[in-house]
């Protein structure tokens, strides 16, 4: 069946360095894809999305770039900040409509 | 415009008893989705309304977990006879379209379960 691998954390990163975080789907059709952020002792918010191969999600300074060819979806910021210390979710909307695929989550803590 | 909302927030059981969780979508929103969220399990679908039809139960773990909807709107989400694995954090999702669409979903800030 369908699923989603994400890179195990924790990922401890000093402010302004580069993130990268490797997602990668398996699917039968060609699904959506999001990223989704977890802030400590919030509710999960959608950060970015790509509905399409080739398609970039972009928002608060990450990206992320539906590969197809390579059925990945790595999320990348190229400077981060204490602020965005929080626990990061890859996932993939299976069949359209239906229930999200997510991976395990990345915790994600960036020190001053 | 409001989110989705849960209550309670928070709630602890004795094992064997029957819990109900409830779910406010945003207005207007068709689909509704259920969610766990344990340590070891990560985030596991539950079961998907589209108005007051679930087309896919699949994720629900045993028949003494059911959920309703009424008016295409509020969800209950009913877990009987409580055990211990069942402890985790019960997330709701709603989102403006379902089958034949994808639109994001948005997410409620759960319901931690704890059965003693």
């Known amino acids: 069946g369908d699923s989603v691998t994400q890179m195990e954390g924790p990922v401890t990163l000093s402010e302004e360095a580069f993130l990268t975080i490797n997602c990668t789907y398996t699917a039968t059709g060609y699904p959506s894809l999001f990223w989704y952020v977890q802030y400590p002792g919030e509710g999960l918010q959608l950060l970015l999305k790509?509905?399409?191969?080739?398609d970039k999600g972009s928002n608060k300074g990450f990206e992320a770039t539906y590969r197809k060819e390579t059925t990945s979806f790595h999320l990348e910021k190229g400077s981060v900040q204490v602020s965005d210390s929080a626990v990061y979710f890859c996932?993939?909307?299976?069949?359209?409509?239906?229930?999200?695929?997510f991976g395990k989550g990345t915790t994600l803590s960036v020190s001053s | 415009g409001a989110g989705v909302s849960q209550s309670p927030s928070n709630k602890v059981t004795e094992k064997g008893k029957d819990v109900e969780l409830r779910c406010d979508p945003i207005s207007g929103h068709t689909a509704l989705y259920w969610y766990r969220q344990s340590l070891g399990q990560g985030l596991e679908f539950l079961i998907y309304f589209q108005g007051n039809s679930a087309p896919d139960k699949s994720g629900l773990p045993s028949d003494r977990f059911s959920a309703e909807r009424t008016g295409g709107s509020v969800s209950t989400l009913t877990i009987q006879r409580t055990q211990q694995e069942d402890s985790a954090v019960y997330l709701c999702a709603s989102s403006p379209r379902g089958a034949g669409m994808t639109y994001e979903q948005y997410f409620g800030p759960g319901t931690r379960l704890t059965v003693t």
């Open positions: 790509a509905t399409k191969a080739d």
């Open positions: 996932a993939s909307s299976g069949q359209a409509g239906t229930a999200l695929i």
